[in-house]
């Protein structure tokens, strides 16, 4: 199963005539059981298509000739423009909204996300590459075409939370070759202020009977690795977690940022070395190499988890040893 | 992007929040001549981005013009952590009572800014935050809402301040507050913030860093200020090899070939993406490697910027060869970075095989890729070499195994 989406979510594309939008689109279209992409927006573009997707000016036109609420957007547009355009699509009862653009400042960023919270929305990103739920679906440009997410996604009982949304397929891809698929793998963006941090996402793993560990890949600056550990002891997690931290090196250059955005060492709770102790108080292992975190996770998963192999796929070896 | 103090003071003066009479210049006689407009005892203060000025001797009292030129020259001349100052501050000494602090911050977790009060103020706030929490107000103000002077009255309140201070204090915090939002700073605080002994408020230190992001929203103040858009304000000044980075990722618009970092070891590396970089940089240095730099690669850069790349990194000196990593990619093309940093190669008249120590980049287009590197006699790895192992490899190839530990 998943989370955020599935193969009935319907969504929009804002700024779809843009250059990555379209190959974008393309994608999401060829990729598992094809995405319900209803519309796409370009003020000026009314009457275009994309890849067969109808453009519209507005995104009310676009609600209005699917004829029924449209569950999300992702939106592309330059960051003079994404404000609005993520405005545009919550008064437009949209309720996810994936927020690919880089580089917005982040007053735009939080007001767009306490407009959001009004509105009873939720805001993936910005700076990321959207949701995928394997074989089924993906929302965003997340493992690229069709054929190279197939390589690297494969379904089964692990939700991925990631900072990077490169790094979101090369753990998605390490898992995969372990033969650990992934229910739902997130994008959540790399910048200081994001719409879904990892702890906002936890409760909707943690109400996913399929999801039975978490992987996240994590890097310095924010607090956001500590506001996990807090929901984790919170709430007694029942799942698994397996934490990667990358940009070790940077806790000793502070005040230089490297990576994303919100990558940077300002204070003592923003370093690699902070995170990690916050993290394993929390019983959160962190791994070293990206290698070892399939036998971490397969070696803390709970036994019944073979049973949720998808059909086809042959049961690996470690769920009958010594595990 | 971090302000200069007298930067900083002059937008909180503009904000309407009283300061100090205070003057600035690069010239020690121009010094002089604020000290005597002053007309009193003033204090000279270097204007350095860096912290520890006062113990390192760039901050001085002066009772005279000539004091206050003197101390000038010392400090313009005066190196605080590998900093020259911008210039010096003239100040008159102020008569103060007491000290407060104001600051205001962003809260990614509430995804807000906070407010921060304190009636300690002169120290560091996180220091007071430690060992006297209740001596910090803290209130969070909307995104969306006006900035209202009740926001700034509670959290001044919370520290138990009243009378007639907390009356004169909240208009001047809830001034703190519109400049902090309406200029995108990441950081806006008042330091000490002082009650003077004719009950008046000054603002005598101001810190302020504004959102890299949002520069462009701010040109005519960043003008005003004097500001050039080539202007960094790192932590550290670009080096050459950083600006000569910056320069191919300029070269074209596609992709970026850049944010070069430059490090002191052998190991030429000609990484990305974000993540990827990070997680690479850190694997060399697992296996004893010393990179000679950082950078990212990402968005389908062309064939040229790659090159430009490569080739800036090959003649880096000590550099010997460089290894090409990445994780898995989906937009940006492996055969367009195989022939990128092929095409550096060739053109400063080297042999691939011999300067590329790997070549790790699995992901879209890799079919093409691999087959360009394996006519060249590059060693390559798809995605079943992990990244910390293409990293072991590429610096037994460049440091020698002995360096590898087991």
Not at chain 2, 47 to 74: N, S
Not at chain 2, 315 to 344: E, F, H, L, Q, Y
Request: glycine residues 12%; charged residues 25%.
């Amino acid at each position: 199963m998943s989370i955020l989406i599935g193969a009935e979510t319907t969504f929009i594309v804002q700024g779809i005539t843009g250059r990555e939008a379209v190959n974008l689109t393309r994608e999401c279209l060829d990729y598992g059981a094809g995405a319900r992409i209803v519309g796409g927006v370009t003020p000026g573009r009314k009457g275009r298509d994309v890849h067969g997707v109808p453009v519209y000016d507005t995104v009310a036109q676009a609600v209005e000739a699917h004829g029924s609420p449209i569950d999300g957007s992702v939106v592309t547009v330059p960051p003079a423009f994404t404000k609005d355009a993520v405005f545009e699509a919550l008064e437009n009862d949209i309720k996810l909204v994936v927020i690919v653009t880089e580089r917005i400042p982040r007053r735009d960023v939080a007001q767009m996300v306490e407009l959001a919270t009004m509105r009873g929305a939720r805001i993936i990103g910005p700076n990321c590459l959207g949701i995928i739920v394997p074989d089924v679906v993906k929302m965003g440009g997340i493992g690229g075409p069709a054929k190279n997410a197939s390589q690297a996604y494969t379904p089964g009982p692990i939700g991925v939370i990631s900072r990077s949304g490169g790094m979101t397929t090369e753990m998605s891809s390490t898992l995969s070759a372990a033969s650990l698929g992934q229910s739902t793998a997130v994008s959540i963006g790399g910048d200081a202020i994001i719409g879904s941090s990892y702890a906002e996402l936890m409760p909707l793993f943690d109400a996913d009977r399929h999801t039975e560990g978490i992987v996240i890949y994590t890097e310095p600056g924010g607090r956001m690795e500590a506001e996990l550990a807090k929901w984790v002891i919170d709430n007694e997690c029942r799942m698994p977690i397996v934490a990667f931290m990358a940009g070790r090196f940077m806790d000793e250059m502070p005040g230089m940022s490297f990576g994303h955005a919100g990558t940077i060492v300002e204070g003592k709770e923003d370093t690699a070395a902070e995170k990690i102790a916050r993290l394993a108080d929390a019983g959160i292992i962190v791994a070293e190499e990206i290698s070892e975190i399939p036998d971490i996770m397969k070696s803390k998963l709970p036994a019944h988890v073979e049973h949720l192999k998808p059909p086809g796929v042959s049961v690996p070896s470690w769920t009958h040893g010594a595990s | 992007m971090r302000l200069f103090e007298y930067e900083a003071r002059e937008i909180v003066k503009r904000a309407g929040i009283p300061v100090t009479d205070f003057g600035f210049t690069t010239d020690a006689a121009e010094a002089r001549s604020i000290a005597e407009r002053i007309g009193g005892p003033t204090v000279i203060k270097s204007q350095v981005l860096t912290g520890g000025r006062m113990k390192a001797g760039g901050v001085k009292f002066a009772d005279t013009p000539e004091a206050a030129e003197q101390h000038a020259a010392d400090i313009l001349a005066l190196e605080i952590n590998g900093h020259m100052p911008r210039g010096v501050l003239v100040d008159p000494r102020a008569d103060v009572k007491q000290e407060y602090y104001a600051g205001v911050v962003w809260d990614g977790t509430a995804k807000k800014p906070v407010i921060l009060f304190s009636d300690m103020g002169g120290i560091d706030i996180e220091e007071v935050a430690e060992q006297h929490p209740d001596h910090v107000g803290r209130v969070h103000i909307s995104n969306l809402m006006p900035i209202s002077d009740h926001k700034a009255k509670e959290c001044i309140a919370q520290t138990g301040v009243t009378g007639k201070a907390l009356q004169r204090l909240t208009p001047i915090v809830r001034r703190l507050a519109q400049l902090f939002v309406d200029h995108d700073m990441v950081l806006a605080e008042i330091n000490p913030l002082c009650e003077m002994h004719d009950g008046t408020f000054v603002a005598l230190d101001a810190h302020m860093d504004m959102e890299s992001e949002a520069r462009g929203r701010h040109k005519k103040l960043l003008t005003d200020l004097g500001v050039g858009d080539d202007e960094t304000r790192l932590a550290r000044e670009p080096t050459e090899f950083e600006l000569a980075g910056e320069e191919v990722d300029g070269s074209d618009h596609r992709g970026v070939a850049g944010n070069v970092t430059e490090f002191d070891g052998n190991i030429g590396l000609v990484i990305g993406a974000g993540g990827g970089s990070l997680t690479l940089f850190d694997a060399v240095r697992a296996h004893g490697g010393e990179p000679a730099n950082y950078c990212e690669i990402g968005g389908n850069p062309s064939v040229q910027k790659t090159c430009g790349l490569a080739k800036l990194v090959l003649t880096k000196p000590g550099v010997d060869k460089i290894a090409v990593m990445m994780s898995i990619v989906s937009n940006t093309r492996v055969d367009i970075v195989a022939r990128g940093v092929i095409k550096a190669c060739l053109e400063l008249g080297f042999d691939p095989a011999e300067k590329i120590a790997i070549f790790r980049i699995p992901g879209a287009w890799e079919e093409e890729g691999f087959k360009i590197l394996k006519k060249y006699g590059i060693e390559y790895a798809d995605r079943s070499v992990s990244m910390h192992e293409a990293a072991r490899r590429a610096v037994a190839k460049i440091a020698g195994p002995e360096s590898v530990p087991a």
